[in-house]
């Protein structure tokens, strides 16, 4: 299938819903049997059809299966927003006594959570510059389990060289986590270029219209998989039925949204380029930028984000700016 096929297609089961094209919004907490030999019968997976609202339900589970696909994972779990994919992830996967190597441009809770509760579990992190490339062998120790990485970096949007990180952590028995919002399940495939285990906000670009939040773990095989699901069910962590039901119907349309905001961004971008008020344009789908050559290498398209630095003004006239956006 094409790209723009699968997006259509992905995660749908009519022949299991009645023949209807999307799975229905099923809102269940408890869920009942006609006997306890059906209940037995039905066995103890409470990760595979329906047992419990809170471990998973068709809709959450076609939401899963679409965004998996698209990432080109083994299997992924919803949250209820992407900071609770990022934090979930890096629960599952790290423990007291670990050391974890992170993107000094990564989302700004994101170092929070590394910085206080990753900390208060015992885990050490050490930040290092997203340019770093096949370079962050050095900052290993024989505690670092896993490499985050964000490509580009949140405001600053610095490329990181994935293939190159992945390569290194994984000849030192790493796990490699990326937030993937940025690149999408569209623009960067994750899994092609050595991650493990793959984060979307979906709030963003699967949502896309600002009105549900919601974060989609994907991870790579089996066990990171498992080990992942069973951290979260036993932490409570599930996304709602209507988040995920708005996740499902955003995604059908990443695709064309996509475009959308690639013209749209580079056009922007490109314009503010040449106004005499900018100092620079951080966009890497610019030919110029620092991560224009990796975005080009590894990337098949860019959303609609990027940043713009100007030249020292009164704030007041910043504030004007945005105020008149
Ligand atoms: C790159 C990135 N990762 C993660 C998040 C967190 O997602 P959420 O707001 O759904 O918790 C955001 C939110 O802005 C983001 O921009």
């Avoid at 005499?276 to 984000?305: C, M, N, Q, S, Y």
Wanted: glycine fraction near 10%.
């Amino acid at each position: 299938m094409k790209r723009d096929t699968r997006i259509v297609h992905s995660g749908l089961h009519p022949e299991k819903q009645l023949g209807a094209v999307n799975p229905p919004v099923y809102h269940v907490s408890t869920v009942t049997y006609p006997t306890i030999a059906a209940m037995r019968a039905a066995g103890h997976d409470p990760f595979n059809g329906m047992r419990y609202g809170r471990y998973g339900t068709p809709t959450s589970q076609a939401l899963e299966e679409a965004v998996c696909d698209l990432e080109g994972g083994y299997r992924s779990v919803s949250t209820a927003s992407g900071l609770a994919a990022i934090a979930g992830a890096l629960t599952a996967l790290l423990k007291s006594g670990d050391h974890v190597l992170v993107a000094d441009s990564c989302y700004g809770p994101t170092r929070r959570f590394c910085d206080e509760q990753l900390k208060r579990n015992g885990v050490a992190s050490t930040y290092y510059d997203p340019s770093i490339g096949a370079g962050i062998a050095d900052l290993f120790t024989p505690e670092t389990r896993l490499v985050y990485v964000e490509s580009p970096g949140s405001l600053t949007f610095e490329m990181q060289d994935v293939p190159a990180i992945a390569a290194v952590a994984h000849a030192r028995g790493a796990l490699v986590v990326m937030d993937n919002t940025w690149g999408t399940p569209l623009f960067f495939k994750p899994f092609e270029k050595g991650v493990d285990v793959s984060i979307q906000a979906a709030t963003k670009f699967i949502v896309g219209h600002s009105d549900a939040m919601l974060g989609v773990i994907t991870c790579g095989n089996h066990d990171l998989w498992h080990a992942v699901k069973t951290s979260l069910a036993m932490a409570g962590v599930c996304a709602g039925a209507d988040e995920v039901y708005l996740g499902l119907r955003g995604l059908r349309t990443l695709g064309v949204r996509l475009q959308q905001h690639q013209a749209s961004g580079i056009k922007l971008a490109s314009w503010l380029q040449t106004r005499p008020e900018v100092v620079r344009v951080l966009h890497p789908a610019l030919p110029g930028d620092p991560g224009h050559a990796i975005w080009k290498r590894d990337f098949t398209g860019a959303p609609g984000l990027f940043a713009f630095e100007v030249k020292p003004c009164p704030s007041s006239s910043v504030d004007a700016f945005l105020d008149s956006l």
